[in-house]
């Protein structure tokens, strides 16, 4: 069927505007800056990993909020039974309850407080028992002031982010609690980190002479002595107009003044009136920065700050100062940063990697498929070109998972390729011409090319929906990639090989490889060795699930929590030296490893470690080692890292649900069935190689699990239609028969595919650097176990399936839609 004229000019003009759309992301960013806005406004933005940055996932102290609302709730009180004039009892602290003798009149007073706002819920419960007044926190009181603070925290947070000068930061809310911060190009994250984590709530407040009622010991910042100082806050922080940083005249040590505004001058001024002669602390956070003695009175609204701090800590106190309090204790609950330079190196490590694999994959369709292969990989970087279009269009960031993907992608879409040019094989054997050779090998073609993709789509859907991050990120360039595979292997290719058989006028449309002839589809009795295959493949998995036990996994920080930091330094790292200092000053269990280079190292600190444990290795690392940079922290909180764990699994569970139900729906339920037995089977020996090995599982291991489910259910699929096309064909024939020769038909098909997908995975287990090959080699392990099964296990498990419910497969076929 020739196309109409109006198809052709659509098809070059849409192409046309995907290649314009995607060049600019391969010149200079100079360069791009010289081209209209027009023309580079949908480039692609690099995730954090590949220009350098840092990533902090902030949440809400909770314990600090309700401790908090418990005293606002005590000095409610306190004013209610002042007011009242009644004796003033000791309240008493309960968890997140209050209790104080109480009377009618007070339980009055606190119920009409508690339900202020009509059809609000209140914020605590009010009860009086036996004469005592029960005042108790609500969970939805807790929900709602902590999703009230991370609202009111993002204006401060992007206050002092500006402040400091991050260019193009991203500050979001995530969750009912959280706020994400990303901020490009930075590459020590240690001065940032402090400065989102610190409440930043600051008050004047006298020293006492001594410990006494109403008096608390308040560490100094610099560690060096605790302060009796006075409860009562003599002058609130929010009265601070400005702050800057600065040096002193006489000494050049660095201060931080500031200025009241009109009413915290008036009051700064009668303090320093009335106390000369005694110590003003100046408390930031539960420390006093500094205590000094009132030598006169202070009338113009204006002080200074000293004390033992590096110029930097000056301006990030100057910082917090000016920007203000943030209304709650953020905590830094997830930390990833990646220095400039390691993004530089992951970009070099993606395009090596990236070009090698499409050669190696270009190398192999010449080689298998002759000219018709070297047509089909031209379509490949068409593929490359469409995808980062789209990932523009629609504002996606590439990272160095997306990186993987598309490269995967390379590898995978060629497969629609070698299902159609195998079908076109074995319709031109059968005798037919060329254009009806083209025709009806498409056709019986495209259905298992849709089953197939399918089934990994919706692997990469489910990843994205409880996905986050970079992650994400690998799931929508993955599913655009599959789409436009689709698109380019079917429609696009076939357009070119209708035009030129049309142009050549071809008789016979012969799809010869490069050297030698196409082999016939052999005889081997796959079914005669089924049982052993069967036999040896669930041996191979239940030792592996053994492995999972003892050893165990490898668990990463993804899913135990901790700190992950890659030291680098000009010399080489004196690992023992540092070894012994790690496990002498640093909390918890701190491991320390060589990595890639002896001038860098792997530090790893297990469990429950937070940002005290990356400010301690940092200190550690820098005592030691003077020049020392950290090319790359992570940091994930104990909460993070059980929603890991469950969101991975969970994204696992549901992955494998879903593609099992559309074969379900697709095929017939022995096909299902099989599809479950013989996929159990992959992926615990791809466990159990993990194990074995001692790889470690993370999050990449997740991304590539998940992709290695839609591998080997998308080989299932071709397998298991071309057994449900025999069957339709040859009903006579026993079972067994039939799965033989739909296997020897399918043979070059299953190693020709999985051939190229690991010519596109090898670069990046090789080369492409820690974080790529954690998703590289258990993808070859993966698909390496896939293939063999299909081959080997999944025919067997079939036949098994119909022997034990005393029916015939074939009936199933010849009944039921296809």
């Not at 053994?546 to 000009?570: K, R």
């Not at 022995?670 to 089977?681: Q, S, T, W």
């Not at 799965?739 to 299953?750: E, F, K, P, T, Y």
Request: with cysteine; hydrophobic share 50%; net charge neutral.
């Amino acid at each position: 069927m020739r196309r109409p004229a109006w198809v052709i000019m659509t098809y070059a003009i849409l192409l046309l505007l995907a290649v314009a759309m995607a060049l600019p992301n391969f010149i200079s960013t100079d360069m791009r800056d010289r081209l209209p806005s027009w023309i580079s406004s949908d480039t692609v933005p690099l995730g954090l990993d590949l220009q350098g940055g840092a990533h902090l996932l902030l949440a809400v102290d909770r314990g600090d909020l309700a401790s908090a609302r418990l005293a606002e709730l005590r000095q409610m009180l306190v004013a209610e039974m002042r007011a009242q004039n009644l004796p003033q009892a000791k309240i008493q602290l309960d968890g997140t309850e209050l209790t104080v003798p109480g009377t009618a009149s007070l339980l009055s007073a606190v119920q009409a407080t508690a339900h202020g706002t009509p059809g609000v819920p209140s914020d605590f419960t009010v009860a009086l028992t036996d004469g005592v007044l029960h005042l108790a926190l609500t969970d939805a009181g807790l929900d709602r002031a902590a999703t009230e603070a991370a609202d009111g925290s993002l204006e401060v947070i992007r206050h002092r982010v500006d402040q400091v000068g991050v260019t193009e930061p991203v500050i979001s809310r995530v969750g009912k609690d959280r706020v994400l911060v990303q901020m490009p190009g930075v590459e020590d994250p240690a001065e940032l980190r402090a400065l989102l984590g610190s409440t930043a709530k600051m008050s004047f407040q006298m020293v006492a002479s001594g410990p006494g009622p109403g008096v608390s010991l308040l560490p100094m910042r610099d560690g060096s002595d605790k302060l009796p100082v006075e409860d009562h806050v003599a002058l609130s922080g929010d009265r601070l107009k400005s702050a800057a940083s600065g040096f002193e005249p006489k000494t050049g040590r660095p201060m931080v003044s500031f200025s009241f505004d009109r009413q915290g001058s008036a009051v700064f001024s009668e303090i320093t009136a009335a106390n000369i002669g005694r110590r003003f602390a100046v408390v930031l956070d539960g420390e006093v920065l500094t205590a000094p003695v009132i030598q006169q009175a202070i009338p113009g609204g204006q002080g200074q700050i000293t004390g033992n701090f590096t110029p930097q800590e000056a301006q990030t106190l100057a910082v917090l100062l000016t920007s203000g309090a943030l209304p709650a204790t953020l905590d830094v609950i997830e930390e990833r940063s990646v220095g400039a330079a390691l993004g530089a190196d992951s970009v070099r490590a993606g395009l090596v990697t990236g070009v090698i694999g499409l050669g190696l994959v270009v190398a192999m369709m010449v080689g298998l498929y002759g000219a018709w292969g070297l047509l089909a990989s031209s379509v490949l970087g068409l593929n490359v070109m469409l995808t980062l279009s789209a990932l523009g269009f629609l504002g996606a960031t590439l990272t160095l998972p997306g990186i993987a993907g598309i490269i995967l992608c390379l590898g995978i879409a060629v497969d629609s390729n070698i299902l159609i040019f195998s079908r076109i094989r074995e319709e031109t054997a059968k005798g037919a011409v060329a254009i009806k050779a083209l025709t009806l090998g498409y056709g019986r073609a495209w259905a298992t090319i849709l089953d197939a993709n399918i089934t990994t789509l919706l692997a990469m859907v489910l990843l994205f929906m409880f996905g986050a991050g970079a992650i994400r990120g690998f799931a929508v360039t993955m599913s655009l990639g599959i789409v436009i595979s689709m698109f380019t292997s079917v429609a696009l290719m076939r357009f070119m090989m209708e035009g030129v058989v049309r142009r050549r006028k071809l008789k016979r449309l012969e799809i010869r490889p490069l050297i030698g002839s196409v082999p016939k589809p052999g005889k081997f009795s796959f079914m005669r060795r089924g049982r052993l295959a069967l036999a040896v493949s669930a041996v191979l998995s239940v030792g592996s699930l053994a492995m999972l036990v003892m050893p165990g996994p490898n668990l990463g920080i993804d899913f135990t929590g901790g700190v992950q930091m890659v030291l680098h330094s000009d010399a080489p790292v004196p690992l023992s030296d540092l070894r012994e200092r790690l496990a002498t000053e640093v909390p918890g269990d701190a491991s320390l490893q060589a990595f890639d280079t002896p001038n860098e190292a792997l530090i790893r600190v297990q469990g429950q470690a937070g940002q005290a444990t990356v400010a301690a290795v940092e200190h550690v690392a820098n005592q030691l080692i003077p020049d020392a940079v950290f090319k790359q922290i992570d940091l994930v909180g104990p909460t993070i890292s059980g929603e890991l764990a469950t969101t991975g699994l969970l994204a696992l569970g549901l992955a494998v649900l879903a593609m099992l139900v559309y074969i379900w729906i697709r095929f017939e339920w022995h096909f299902a069935a099989g599809a479950i037995v013989v996929l159990f089977l992959d992926v615990t020996k791809t466990f159990g190689v993990i194990a074995l090995l001692g790889w470690e599982v993370n999050l990449t291991t997740i991304i590539a699990l998940l992709t290695l489910i839609g591998y080997s259910v998308n080989d299932k699929v071709v397998v298991y239609d071309r057994i449900r096309e025999q069957l339709a064909t040859d009903s006579g024939a026993p079972l067994a028969e039939v799965i033989d020769r739909s296997l020897n038909q399918v043979l070059a098909r299953c190693i020709f595919t999985s051939g190229t997908t690991l010519m596109a995975i090898l670069p990046m287990a090789i080369w492409g650097g820690p974080a790529v090959a954690g998703f590289a080699w258990p993808m070859i392990a993966g698909v390496t176990i896939a293939t063999a099964s299909s081959l080997f296990v999944a025919g067997p498990v079939l036949a098994w399936l119909a022997r034990r419910n005393n029916a015939t497969i074939l009936h199933q076929v010849l009944h039921s839609p296809s």
